[in-house]
């Protein structure tokens, strides 16, 4: 064993199927911006760059919600990104949204993937054994190295059924001391890199409770981090969301721990020259939705985007589109986080499908008023609850025909202070004609008379686009902090 070893560590997390080039939302001033970036070739040339500047001294992986997100992933349950992610030369992953296609889908793409899928968490339910591996083990450059999977812990609690059918997920917490301790007394590793799925709070609680992880590769929140954090002697790195980032961790270790360290996000620009080889799989992959995709279906005035807490244009847009649809007084969908932005001007079909890529069947359902308030703090407590264990799914549900004054930092049950419907106080009693889309957006245990209709999002997309042109999809102030 050296007594002094180098390693650089990439992160890649939450790209959610970008292919290719795509417009990203930066904060500048206080003011969003937009500038194209990302795409698979883009990030392969970066990784060729940094493996030839540092040869076999490179660990590269990926944090998951990779196989899901753009139209080409979603209608080949993503067997579209197969080569193309097999191209990049990534070492492990683990998953989240890679669920949505089901536990036999998923297990098939992984299997092919030229590297593991690891999840200490996953279990089946039928004998108990995990459904991916918990751990792997890598020599690189003369380093022994253990990477550890946690999975998404979320999938079976509030994510539709036929994502964990068969399954059982638990947060890991338990697993976790046991596989650190197998890697360091069996597999005699120098280096433990965790690459979860947990969120980023979630992990810094975990790692508060559990030693001996140098490293965690955090994914989930979208959080970009310009410099790590520390929580105990463990570097906690997060990359963004898209591919319009990699996280790149520079590490001395020196008798089994880090000694010094360089952390740079790198912003995946547009003047970077593709790599040409994957940029030639990407148009191979691409090729036969490409026409489709670039049809244009209207105009937006209003910059779309999923990029605040809250509100967000890009789902005003959505529950917009369902309310003329439908006729209803409210709207709900859930709060995504993915979803490329879309500038002013030319919407395409591609454009709609980043929006919301399951095209799910716009749905209707009658609530009370007393339901509706309980919806949200339920929604709320998942999103703000102080223990961040607790915190479960994306950002605060979506809403539209209503005005909602909240106390986040309430108790649970305590947040709702009033909600207005028009200029009328929420009515317990009343019943208020919903729209939604999936379950996430509407639970199953609200509301009577549901009813899942034929038309779709996308199809309710295109019809307002064409009534409303240009889009106008401005934030009205459905949650309000007081």
Same mark, same amino acid.
Not at 38 to 45: E, K, V
Not at 150 to 177: C, D, H, Q, W, Y
Not at 183 to 206: A, C, N, P, Y
């Given at each position: 064993?050296?007594?002094? &070893?180098?390693?650089?560590?990439?992160?890649?997390?939450?790209?959610?199927?970008?292919?290719?080039?795509?417009?990203?939302?930066?904060?500048? +001033?206080?003011?969003?911006?937009?500038?194209?970036?990302? $795409?698979?070739?883009?990030?392969?040339?970066?990784?060729?760059?940094?493996?030839?500047?540092?040869?076999?001294?490179?660990?590269?992986?990926?944090?998951?919600?990779?196989?899901?997100?753009?139209?080409?992933?979603?209608?080949?349950?993503?067997?579209?990104?197969?080569?193309?992610?097999?191209?990049?030369?990534?070492?492990?992953?683990?998953?989240?949204?890679?669920?949505?296609?089901?536990?036999?889908?998923?297990?098939?793409?992984?299997?092919?993937?030229?590297?593991?899928? @690891?999840?200490?968490?996953?279990?089946? %339910?039928?004998? %108990?054994?995990?459904?991916?591996?918990?751990? /792997?083990?890598?020599?690189?450059? +003369?380093?022994?190295?253990?990477?550890?999977?946690?999975?998404? /812990?979320?999938?079976?609690?509030?994510?539709?059924?036929?994502?964990?059918?068969?399954?059982?997920?638990?947060?890991?917490?338990?697993?976790?001391?046991?596989?650190?301790?197998?890697?360091?007394?069996?597999?005699?590793?120098?280096?433990?890199?965790?690459?979860?799925?947990?969120?980023?709070?979630?992990?810094?609680?975990? @790692?508060?409770?559990?030693?001996?992880?140098?490293?965690?590769?955090?994914?989930?929140?979208?959080?970009?981090?310009?410099?790590?954090? @520390?929580?105990?002697?463990?570097?906690?790195?997060?990359?963004?969301? !898209?591919?319009?980032?990699?996280?790149?961790?520079?590490?001395?270790?020196?008798? +089994?721990?880090?000694?010094?360290?360089?952390?740079?996000?790198?912003?995946?620009?547009?003047?970077?020259?593709?790599?040409?080889?994957?940029?030639?799989?990407?148009?191979?992959?691409?090729?036969?939705?490409?026409?489709?995709?670039?049809?244009?279906?209207?105009?937006?005035?209003?910059?779309?985007?999923?990029?605040?807490?809250?509100?967000?244009?890009?789902?005003?847009?959505?529950?917009?589109?369902?309310?003329? &649809?439908?006729?209803?007084?409210?709207?709900?969908?859930?709060?995504?986080?993915?979803?490329?932005?879309?500038?002013?001007?030319?919407?395409?079909? /591609?454009?709609?499908?980043?929006?919301?890529?399951?095209?799910?069947?716009?749905?209707?359902?009658?609530?009370?008023?007393?339901?509706?308030?309980?919806?949200?703090?339920?929604?709320?407590?998942?999103?703000?609850?102080?223990?961040?264990?607790?915190?479960?799914?994306?950002?605060?549900?979506?809403?539209? $025909?209503?005005?909602?004054?909240?106390?986040?930092? /309430?108790?649970?049950?305590?947040?709702?202070?009033?909600?207005?419907?028009?200029?009328?106080?929420?009515?317990? +009693?009343?019943?208020?004609?919903?729209?939604?889309?999936?379950? %996430?957006?509407?639970?199953?245990?609200?509301?009577?008379?549901?009813?899942? !209709?034929?038309?779709?999002?996308?199809?309710?997309?295109?019809?307002?686009?064409?009534?409303?042109?240009?889009?106008?999809?401005?934030?009205? $102030?459905?949650?309000?902090?007081?």
């Amino acid at each position: 064993m050296k007594s002094r &070893n180098s390693l650089t560590v990439i992160q890649l997390n939450d790209s959610h199927a970008y292919f290719d080039l795509h417009q990203e939302l930066f904060w500048q +001033g206080g003011q969003a911006v937009y500038r194209p970036a990302g $795409g698979y070739a883009r990030i392969a040339a970066l990784i060729k760059q940094i493996r030839a500047a540092n040869p076999e001294r490179v660990l590269f992986c990926d944090c998951g919600d990779t196989l899901q997100g753009t139209y080409p992933a979603q209608i080949t349950q993503g067997q579209a990104m197969v080569p193309v992610l097999n191209s990049l030369g990534l070492d492990a992953m683990t998953a989240h949204w890679e669920f949505a296609y089901g536990p036999q889908a998923f297990k098939q793409r992984a299997a092919e993937l030229l590297y593991p899928t @690891l999840a200490i968490n996953v279990y089946r %339910q039928a004998n %108990q054994e995990r459904l991916f591996p918990p751990y /792997n083990v890598k020599e690189i450059g +003369g380093l022994r190295i253990g990477l550890v999977g946690i999975a998404s /812990n979320i999938v079976g609690k509030t994510m539709p059924p036929s994502f964990s059918e068969g399954l059982e997920f638990t947060l890991g917490r338990e697993e976790l001391p046991l596989i650190i301790d197998v890697l360091r007394t069996r597999e005699k590793v120098e280096l433990i890199v965790l690459i979860s799925h947990l969120g980023f709070s979630q992990d810094m609680k975990l @790692l508060s409770e559990v030693e001996g992880i140098d490293v965690c590769l955090s994914g989930h929140t979208h959080n970009r981090l310009y410099k790590p954090a @520390l929580q105990g002697k463990t570097l906690i790195i997060q990359s963004g969301c !898209h591919g319009s980032f990699l996280g790149r961790l520079d590490l001395e270790i020196e008798r +089994g721990r880090v000694v010094d360290f360089r952390h740079q996000l790198i912003e995946v620009e547009a003047n970077i020259t593709p790599d040409l080889a994957v940029d030639d799989l990407v148009r191979q992959t691409l090729a036969s939705y490409q026409e489709e995709l670039s049809t244009v279906v209207g105009e937006t005035a209003t910059a779309l985007n999923r990029g605040t807490t809250l509100e967000t244009t890009m789902d005003n847009f959505l529950l917009q589109a369902l309310l003329e &649809n439908t006729g209803a007084q409210l709207a709900f969908s859930n709060g995504w986080r993915y979803g490329a932005p879309i500038i002013p001007g030319e919407v395409t079909l /591609n454009d709609l499908y980043n929006i919301i890529p399951m095209n799910p069947p716009i749905s209707t359902v009658e609530l009370t008023g007393e339901e509706i308030v309980a919806m949200l703090e339920e929604n709320l407590e998942r999103t703000f609850a102080r223990d961040p264990y607790d915190q479960m799914g994306g950002y605060v549900k979506r809403g539209l $025909g209503f005005n909602a004054y909240i106390k986040i930092e /309430n108790p649970p049950g305590q947040r709702v202070q009033q909600v207005f419907v028009g200029d009328e106080p929420l009515q317990p +009693g009343l019943y208020y004609p919903t729209a939604f889309v999936t379950e %996430q957006g509407v639970a199953q245990k609200y509301g009577r008379n549901r009813q899942h !209709h034929t038309e779709r999002s996308i199809e309710a997309l295109k019809a307002y686009l064409s009534k409303h042109r240009p889009l106008r999809a401005e934030l009205r $102030g459905t949650f309000v902090e007081v």
